[in-house]
């Protein structure tokens, strides 16, 4: 199982990315799947998350309203929309995926990670 990210990269303050991951090796349209950051020095955080069939979506309360969780289970891709974002939003990003069915936030309960992609807002 494979989960690659993409699209990371140095934005202005208030500026937009979108954040890509593409999975290979198993399918996760049945399961949620979900975005975590880490920034130098801190511990790796709930981000967003997706769940598999129904497309609710949860949000830490830090991104809400900025980011957008979403997915297309035929391209097996999940996204991260990421705008007005802030300086604080520095981080490298992570995907994964998780066998649960309901939304989950630990980290613990994501089996599957992809490499990370960095995201660096200038202030």
């Known amino acids: 199982v494979q989960l690659q990210a993409s699209g990371g990269g140095l934005v202005q303050a208030g500026g937009s990315l979108r954040l890509s991951c593409a999975a290979s090796?198993?399918?996760?349209?049945?399961?949620?799947m979900g975005w975590f950051r880490q920034a130098p020095g801190k511990e790796r955080e709930f981000v967003a998350a997706i769940s598999g069939s129904s497309g609710i979506t949860k949000y830490a309360e830090s991104v809400k309203g900025r980011f957008t969780i979403a997915r297309d289970n035929a391209k097996n891709t999940l996204y991260l929309q990421m705008d007005s974002l802030k300086f604080e939003d520095t981080a490298v990003y992570y995907c994964?995926?998780?066998?649960?069915?309901?939304?989950?936030?630990?980290?613990?309960?994501?089996?599957?990670w992809g490499q990370g992609t960095l995201v660096t807002v200038s202030s």
């Open positions: 090796g198993r399918t996760f349209s049945g399961r949620t």
């Open positions: 994964a995926g998780t066998g649960y069915i309901s939304l989950v936030v630990r980290t613990a309960n994501y089996h599957y």
